[in-house]
Protein backbone atom coordinates (compact mmCIF):
# COMPACT_ATOMS: atom_id res chain seq x y z
CA UNK A 1 0.00 0.00 0.00
CA UNK A 2 1.31 3.88 -0.45
CA UNK A 3 0.90 6.50 1.65
CA UNK A 4 1.83 10.55 1.53
CA UNK A 5 2.96 12.43 4.18
CA UNK A 6 2.80 16.08 4.43
CA UNK A 7 4.45 17.02 6.85
CA UNK A 8 3.35 20.66 7.10
CA UNK A 9 -0.38 21.43 7.66
CA UNK A 10 0.06 25.05 7.38
CA UNK A 11 2.86 26.88 5.99
CA UNK A 12 2.41 30.81 6.50
CA UNK A 13 5.43 32.99 4.34
CA UNK A 14 5.85 36.91 3.37
CA UNK A 15 5.22 37.83 -0.02
CA UNK A 16 8.23 37.65 -2.05
CA UNK A 17 10.25 35.22 -0.05
CA UNK A 18 10.98 31.40 -1.19
CA UNK A 19 8.93 28.53 0.24
CA UNK A 20 9.08 24.39 0.51
CA UNK A 21 6.41 22.59 0.71
CA UNK A 22 7.51 18.95 1.90
CA UNK A 23 6.36 15.56 0.78
CA UNK A 24 6.97 12.28 1.68
CA UNK A 25 5.95 8.86 0.54
CA UNK A 26 6.30 4.97 1.39
CA UNK A 27 5.68 2.32 -1.59
CA UNK A 28 6.93 -0.90 -2.07
CA UNK A 29 6.90 -0.84 -5.67
CA UNK A 30 8.06 3.15 -8.22
CA UNK A 31 5.90 5.63 -7.90
CA UNK A 32 4.61 8.57 -10.20
CA UNK A 33 4.52 11.72 -8.05
CA UNK A 34 1.93 14.49 -8.10
CA UNK A 35 1.89 18.04 -7.17
CA UNK A 36 -2.10 19.30 -7.12
CA UNK A 37 -3.21 23.22 -6.10
CA UNK A 38 -6.75 24.15 -4.72
CA UNK A 39 -7.44 27.50 -4.84
CA UNK A 40 -10.37 28.86 -2.66
CA UNK A 41 -13.27 27.43 -3.64
CA UNK A 42 -12.08 25.60 -6.80
CA UNK A 43 -11.11 21.99 -7.96
CA UNK A 44 -7.59 20.47 -7.88
CA UNK A 45 -4.83 21.38 -10.26
CA UNK A 46 -2.18 20.02 -11.52
CA UNK A 47 1.31 21.79 -10.47
CA UNK A 48 3.81 19.48 -11.54
CA UNK A 49 4.50 15.21 -12.16
CA UNK A 50 7.47 13.20 -11.74
CA UNK A 51 7.40 9.92 -14.21
CA UNK A 52 10.66 9.54 -14.64
CA UNK A 53 13.63 10.92 -15.67
CA UNK A 54 15.19 14.38 -14.60
CA UNK A 55 14.62 14.25 -10.94
CA UNK A 56 14.18 17.97 -11.26
CA UNK A 57 10.74 19.12 -12.73
CA UNK A 58 9.70 22.40 -13.18
CA UNK A 59 5.67 22.90 -13.24
CA UNK A 60 3.41 25.83 -13.81
CA UNK A 61 3.14 29.46 -12.19
CA UNK A 62 7.08 29.15 -10.87
CA UNK A 63 6.80 25.79 -9.31
CA UNK A 64 9.27 23.03 -9.27
CA UNK A 65 10.14 19.99 -7.16
CA UNK A 66 12.58 17.25 -6.36
CA UNK A 67 12.38 13.54 -6.99
CA UNK A 68 14.96 12.09 -3.94
CA UNK A 69 14.50 8.10 -4.19
CA UNK A 70 16.84 7.68 -1.32
CA UNK A 71 14.94 9.91 0.57
CA UNK A 72 11.64 8.60 -0.38
CA UNK A 73 11.03 12.75 -0.93
CA UNK A 74 8.91 15.14 -3.48
CA UNK A 75 9.58 18.51 -2.09
CA UNK A 76 8.12 21.72 -4.02
CA UNK A 77 9.59 24.59 -3.63
CA UNK A 78 9.42 28.28 -5.28
CA UNK A 79 12.10 31.19 -4.82
CA UNK A 80 9.12 34.00 -4.53
CA UNK A 81 6.06 33.38 -4.14
CA UNK A 82 3.04 35.92 -4.69
CA UNK A 83 -0.48 37.01 -2.98
CA UNK A 84 -1.91 34.91 -5.22
CA UNK A 85 0.06 31.62 -4.32
CA UNK A 86 -2.20 31.82 -0.99
CA UNK A 87 -3.91 27.97 -0.97
CA UNK A 88 -3.88 24.35 -0.44
CA UNK A 89 -1.27 22.16 -2.07
CA UNK A 90 -1.76 18.26 -2.21
CA UNK A 91 1.29 15.65 -3.15
CA UNK A 92 -0.01 12.53 -4.31
CA UNK A 93 0.98 9.46 -5.67
CA UNK A 94 0.48 6.80 -8.08
CA UNK A 95 1.79 3.29 -9.69
CA UNK A 96 2.70 3.20 -13.18
CA UNK A 97 2.18 -0.51 -12.97
CA UNK A 98 -1.88 -0.16 -11.91
CA UNK A 99 -4.42 0.16 -14.43
CA UNK A 100 -6.00 3.75 -13.90
CA UNK A 101 -3.57 5.76 -11.95
CA UNK A 102 -5.28 5.58 -8.50
CA UNK A 103 -4.31 8.45 -6.88
CA UNK A 104 -3.01 8.29 -3.08
CA UNK A 105 -3.18 11.92 -1.52
CA UNK A 106 -0.99 13.72 1.27
CA UNK A 107 -2.84 15.43 3.98
CA UNK A 108 -2.36 19.26 2.26
CA UNK A 109 -0.26 21.94 3.48
CA UNK A 110 -1.76 25.42 3.57
CA UNK A 111 -0.11 27.77 2.08
CA UNK A 112 -1.25 31.18 3.41
CA UNK A 113 1.11 34.54 1.72
CA UNK A 114 1.39 37.30 4.06
CA UNK A 115 2.30 41.28 2.57
CA UNK B 1 -8.16 23.84 -22.62
CA UNK B 2 -11.02 20.75 -22.08
CA UNK B 3 -12.05 20.63 -18.63
CA UNK B 4 -14.00 17.91 -16.33
CA UNK B 5 -17.32 19.64 -15.47
CA UNK B 6 -19.27 18.71 -12.00
CA UNK B 7 -23.24 19.53 -11.14
CA UNK B 8 -24.43 20.42 -8.88
CA UNK B 9 -21.78 22.81 -7.41
CA UNK B 10 -23.60 22.38 -4.44
CA UNK B 11 -26.22 20.22 -2.42
CA UNK B 12 -27.72 20.22 0.45
CA UNK B 13 -30.01 16.77 1.11
CA UNK B 14 -32.27 15.51 4.18
CA UNK B 15 -30.72 12.02 5.70
CA UNK B 16 -31.77 9.59 4.17
CA UNK B 17 -32.35 10.84 0.66
CA UNK B 18 -30.64 9.46 -2.56
CA UNK B 19 -28.58 12.04 -4.04
CA UNK B 20 -27.31 12.05 -7.71
CA UNK B 21 -23.96 14.28 -8.84
CA UNK B 22 -22.95 14.58 -12.39
CA UNK B 23 -20.02 14.83 -14.26
CA UNK B 24 -18.89 15.36 -17.70
CA UNK B 25 -15.27 14.31 -17.81
CA UNK B 26 -12.68 15.57 -21.20
CA UNK B 27 -14.10 13.42 -24.15
CA UNK B 28 -11.31 11.56 -25.16
CA UNK B 29 -10.42 10.15 -21.58
CA UNK B 30 -10.91 6.87 -20.86
CA UNK B 31 -10.78 6.36 -16.87
CA UNK B 32 -13.17 8.23 -14.96
CA UNK B 33 -12.73 8.59 -11.06
CA UNK B 34 -14.71 9.96 -7.91
CA UNK B 35 -13.01 10.74 -5.10
CA UNK B 36 -13.82 12.74 -1.86
CA UNK B 37 -12.64 15.20 0.23
CA UNK B 38 -14.19 15.41 4.04
CA UNK B 39 -13.83 18.43 5.35
CA UNK B 40 -10.58 19.12 7.38
CA UNK B 41 -9.47 15.44 5.93
CA UNK B 42 -7.61 13.95 2.89
CA UNK B 43 -8.97 13.53 -0.39
CA UNK B 44 -9.91 10.07 -0.86
CA UNK B 45 -10.39 8.06 -3.77
CA UNK B 46 -13.85 6.18 -3.76
CA UNK B 47 -13.51 4.69 -7.40
CA UNK B 48 -12.62 3.69 -10.57
CA UNK B 49 -14.42 3.16 -14.01
CA UNK B 50 -13.21 1.91 -17.44
CA UNK B 51 -14.58 0.54 -20.47
CA UNK B 52 -18.63 0.71 -18.67
CA UNK B 53 -17.72 -1.14 -15.60
CA UNK B 54 -16.12 -0.24 -12.22
CA UNK B 55 -12.05 -0.86 -12.25
CA UNK B 56 -11.37 -0.64 -8.60
CA UNK B 57 -12.96 0.86 -5.31
CA UNK B 58 -12.08 1.61 -2.29
CA UNK B 59 -13.68 0.23 0.93
CA UNK B 60 -15.17 3.52 1.46
CA UNK B 61 -17.86 2.60 -1.46
CA UNK B 62 -20.13 0.38 0.01
CA UNK B 63 -23.47 -0.63 -1.26
CA UNK B 64 -25.06 2.60 -1.25
CA UNK B 65 -22.80 3.93 -3.63
CA UNK B 66 -23.06 3.73 -7.48
CA UNK B 67 -21.33 4.68 -10.62
CA UNK B 68 -23.12 4.99 -14.21
CA UNK B 69 -22.30 6.18 -17.33
CA UNK B 70 -25.58 6.20 -19.18
CA UNK B 71 -24.71 7.64 -21.95
CA UNK B 72 -21.51 8.95 -24.09
CA UNK B 73 -20.42 11.89 -21.87
CA UNK B 74 -22.15 11.95 -18.31
CA UNK B 75 -20.83 10.05 -15.54
CA UNK B 76 -22.73 10.15 -12.27
CA UNK B 77 -22.01 9.44 -8.50
CA UNK B 78 -25.43 7.79 -6.98
CA UNK B 79 -25.76 7.74 -2.81
CA UNK B 80 -28.64 6.07 -2.31
CA UNK B 81 -29.00 6.83 1.20
CA UNK B 82 -27.75 9.62 2.63
CA UNK B 83 -26.00 10.02 6.38
CA UNK B 84 -24.87 12.83 7.87
CA UNK B 85 -21.03 11.41 7.14
CA UNK B 86 -21.63 11.59 3.75
CA UNK B 87 -20.77 15.31 3.93
CA UNK B 88 -18.01 15.87 1.65
CA UNK B 89 -16.90 17.83 -1.53
CA UNK B 90 -17.15 14.58 -4.23
CA UNK B 91 -14.51 15.59 -7.21
CA UNK B 92 -15.15 13.80 -10.31
CA UNK B 93 -11.76 12.85 -12.78
CA UNK B 94 -10.79 11.62 -15.54
CA UNK B 95 -7.47 10.81 -17.46
CA UNK B 96 -6.43 8.97 -20.94
CA UNK B 97 -2.60 8.52 -19.30
CA UNK B 98 -0.41 9.05 -16.63
CA UNK B 99 -2.17 12.42 -15.16
CA UNK B 100 -5.69 12.31 -13.68
CA UNK B 101 -7.33 15.68 -14.38
CA UNK B 102 -10.03 16.78 -11.78
CA UNK B 103 -13.76 18.99 -11.85
CA UNK B 104 -14.09 21.88 -9.32
CA UNK B 105 -16.15 19.66 -7.38
CA UNK B 106 -19.60 19.27 -5.74
CA UNK B 107 -20.52 19.90 -2.02
CA UNK B 108 -22.83 17.73 -0.65
CA UNK B 109 -24.40 18.50 2.59
CA UNK B 110 -26.31 16.38 4.33
CA UNK B 111 -28.52 17.53 7.08
Known amino acids: AQSVTQLDSQVPVFEEAPVELRCNYS??????LFWYVQYPNQGLQLLLK??????LVKGINGFEAEFNKSQTSFHLRKPSVHISDTAEYFCAVSDPGAAGNKLTFGGGTRVLVKP | EPEVTQTPSHQVTQMGQEVILRCVPI?????FYWYRQILGQKVEFLVSFYNNEISEKSEIFDDQFSVERPDGSNFTLKIRSTKLEDSAMYFCASSVGDTIYFGEGSWLTVV
Open chain 2, 27 to 31: SNHLY
Open chain 1, 50 to 55: YLSGST
Open chain 1, 27 to 32: SSVSVY
